[in-house]
């Protein structure tokens, strides 16, 4: 997998990339009741420009990608200067507000993320096979603190498609995968695109705390 997705990136292989700041994150994001300045994760980042978006409102981000390749884009993409270091089993380079750690996810420390206050997630989980999904969601909740919350954009693909990635993600999954340490709730399920059939939901996420 890890191979496959530094392929693309160097390829050019990116159809996943927005050019733009993802919509809904500019609609929900205001209303999830993040806390002001909270830091951010957002898990397999790429290069997105969602993360420029979220550290124009204060927030700290922390973005986790596999491919070099999407690093050095964003970075060059980008404005100011640029700090580097290795932690662990990552490669860090920081931007202004936005610091991204090159490295597995899941080999992301619960130390590491003691800042972590909020999440935000367009193209991770749908960019894992079955098999990974349940791994993903319980270690998420590992890294998040009671009363962290977040957006989850997942996507269902054309009736009889089966392809991926990205990956279809029905609701009943969601559920089925947060629900045990997540507070869920649906926002919204967005059109289905013309050519490629996707069509993305929305959902808040609220890490529960001892007992809820």
């Known amino acids: 997998m890890v191979e496959d997705w530094r392929q693309r990136w160097q ?21 999830l009741g993040v806390d ?34 999407a690093i050095e884009q964003f970075l060059a993409e980008g404005a100011g200067e640029v700090s580097r270091y290795h932690h662990a089993h990552f490669a860090v380079s920081r931007q202004g507000n936005v610091e ?4 597995d996810f899941f080999h992301l420390h619960i130390d590491e993320a003691a800042e972590i206050g909020a999440f935000y997630d367009r193209a ?18 590992q ?24 990956y279809e993600v029905t609701a009943d999954e969601v559920h089925e995968r947060f629900s045990p340490n997540f507070e869920v709730t649906h926002l919204e399920d967005g059109e289905r695109e013309p050519g490629s059939g996707f069509r993305e939901s929305i959902w ?8 809820r």
């Not at 420029?52 to 927030?59: F, I, K, N, S, V």
């Open 124 to 141: 991770a989980l749908i960019a894992l096979p079955e098999a990974a999904r349940q791994r993903y969601a319980f270690h998420l909740a």
């Open 143 to 166: 890294l998040l603190p009671p009363g962290a919350r977040g957006l989850l954009i997942t996507l269902t693909r054309a009736p009889g498609d089966s392809g991926g990635p990205p």
């Open 36 to 69: 002001e300045g909270a830091k951010v994760l957002v898990p397999l980042c790429g290069k997105s420009l969602d993360m420029r978006w979220l550290a124009d409102r204060g927030h700290p981000v922390l973005g986790i990608e596999l491919a070099e390749e």
């Open 11 to 31: 390829q050019g292989r990116i159809g996943f990339h927005r050019e733009a700041v993802h919509p809904a994150l500019e609609r929900h994001w205001p209303g």
């Open 100 to 103: 991204l750690w090159c490295g």
């Open 204 to 211: 808040k996420l609220v890490r529960r705390g001892p007992g």
